[in-house]
């Protein structure tokens, strides 16, 4: 049996689950602005509570590897990192985007098309990716800057989910029949039991003390403008 602690941090929702063989016991998130650095152990706790476990059955750490928020991912990873070390637990890494479109598979398990999580970047930009109803990475994670003609040679052909906190804002500007937004939460940390699960399986872990997020981008440290 593999009972592993799940940890979600990229985007404004602070997610925790703990699965067994890759299916969730217990979830506690929330969606709230800056809430990670004040709530996530507090949410490790309750989570752990809820699953009536102790930290020494865990079998490993997983953590949402990003891209997303810097400060986000800077919490989650450390965190995780941090539990990993004091337990002496493996840490398995999920790409965030891999894992928001898994969410949405798994809800959608009769879909065909594919699927394109996104993530706000600010502006008209999204942390972006596509997957096939399989899974399988049909354009790799990279930033995009969206307008009307973005997705088009995808959308030629296929149904495309686009989902996320970043499809919101493209729902605008992408209009198309084929295209249609799902603007639910996917980002879960219950979306990465079954994957979490198969990393574990194949010893697929991180070296935890040099690990570190994908951010994607740099970090641009930005001051607010001056008030006239």
């Known amino acids: 049996m593999s009972t592993i602690l799940q940890i979600e941090t990229a985007t404004p929702v602070c997610s925790v689950a703990i699965s067994v063989n890759g299916e969730t016991i217990a979830l506690k998130e929330e969606k709230a602005p800056n809430i990670h ?3 996530l152990t507090l949410f490790i706790d309750e989570a752990m509570k809820v699953a009536k476990l102790s930290y020494a059955d865990l079998d490993a ?3 949402s590897k990003g891209p997303g928020s810097y400060t986000g991912l800077r919490i989650g990873v450390s965190t995780a990192k941090g539990l990993c070390f004091a337990l002496d637990k493996p840490l398995i890494a999920i790409n965030t985007l891999k894992m928001m479109a ?3 598979l798994l809800q959608h398990p009769n879909f065909g098309g594919l699927v394109c999580p996104m993530i706000d970047a600010r502006r008209m930009e999204v942390f972006t990716a596509v997957f096939d109803h399989y899974l399988n990475e049909v354009e790799h994670t990279h930033a995009k800057i969206v307008d009307d003609k973005s997705f088009s040679m995808e959308l030629q052909n296929n149904y ?3 989902v996320g906190d970043g499809a919101e804002k493209c729902a605008a500007v992408i209009d ?3 295209a249609h937004f799902h603007l639910e939460n996917f980002n879960s940390a219950s979306s990465m039991s079954n994957l979490a699960f ?3 399986q194949a ?3 991180e070296d935890v003390a040099y690990f570190e997020p994908f951010y994607l981008k ?3 440290l930005t001051t607010p403008k001056k008030k006239v």
């Open 218 to 220: 740099d970090f641009v």
């Open 198 to 200: 198969a990393a574990y």
């Open 102 to 104: 898994n969410g949405y």
């Open 160 to 162: 495309v989910a686009f």
């Open 37 to 39: 650095a004040a709530s």
């Open 203 to 205: 010893k697929i872990f």
């Open 61 to 63: 750490i997983a953590v």
């Open 176 to 178: 198309d029949p084929n």
